[in-house]
T-cell receptor, first 112, second 109 residues
Framework: NAGVTQTPKFRVLKTGQSMTLLCAQD?????MYWYRQDPGMGLRLIHY???????AKGEVPDGYNVSRLKKQNFLLGLESAAPSQTSVYFC???????????FGPGTRLLVL | AQTVTQSQPEMSVQEAETVTLSCTYD???????LFWYKQPPSRQMILVIR??????QNATENRFSVNFQKAAKSFSLKISDSQLGDAAMYFC??????FGKGTKLTVNP
């Protein structure tokens, strides 16, 4: 039982490049979330999903897209990376929106 | 809109002492849940404690307890007998992915 895993752990991008962050969970959770964490800002919700095939915008969705084609996977895409997207990205999952969220280890992204 | 406010960016406590971290929130929902998460230097976020708003009894998990004041929309975390391993960032959170900005707790030996 791996819980929530994230790929990659660290990545450096140049401005304008694209990439996809993968989140996988093996707990059969319906809800999945993507957050970004910046110093002094706490965690801010980017996008979330309430089930396979569904996605919804969070607090800071601009510049990001997501997809949830399979229940266990939640992908976060950056089509054209900007330095403002330098951050640590966390994925989380939960059984319902009222249950405990289980977090992945984070992905550190540096955009030059 | 739902909000969570943690007014103490940093706190420190002596080992074996007690410390209280503050959190206030705002929501228009009547039935909701509140959480405290811990993020140690390893960066892994883990749940400390959870409170259901309709329950009047304050949640307790070993050395961790909360003071939930629903009318005041306050949800503070008390850590008793602080240990060096308690040093971390602590985040207060509402449902729907609303987090506070965190409190950095330092434990002094």
């Amino acid at each position: 039982n791996a819980g929530v895993t994230q790929t990659p752990k660290f990545r450096v991008l140049k401005t304008g490049q694209s990439m996809t962050l993968l989140c996988a969970q093996d707990m059969n959770h319906e809800y999945m979330y993507w957050y970004r964490q910046d110093p002094g800002m706490g965690l801010r919700l980017i996008h979330y999903s309430v089930g396979e095939g569904t996605t919804a915008k969070g607090e800071v969705p601009d510049g990001y897209n997501v997809s949830r084609l399979k229940k266990q996977n939640f992908l976060l895409g950056l089509e054209s990376a900007a330095p403002s997207q330098t951050s640590v990205y966390f994925c989380a999952s939960s059984l319902t929106d009222r249950e405990t969220q289980y977090f992945g280890p984070g992905t550190r992204l540096l955009v030059l | 809109a739902q909000t969570v406010t943690q007014s103490q960016p940093e706190m420190s406590v002596q080992e074996a002492e007690t410390v209280t971290l503050s959190c206030t929130y705002d929501t228009s929902e009547s039935d909701y849940y509140l959480f405290w998460y811990k993020q140690p230097p390893s960066r892994q976020m883990i749940l400390v404690i959870r409170q259901e708003a309709y329950k009047q009894q304050n949640a307790t998990e070993n050395r961790f307890s909360v003071n939930f004041q629903k009318a005041a929309k306050s949800f503070s975390l008390k850590i008793s007998d602080s240990q060096l391993g308690d040093a971390a960032m602590y985040f207060c959170a509402l449902v729907h992915g609303v987090f506070g900005k965190g409190t950095k707790l330092t434990v002094n030996p």
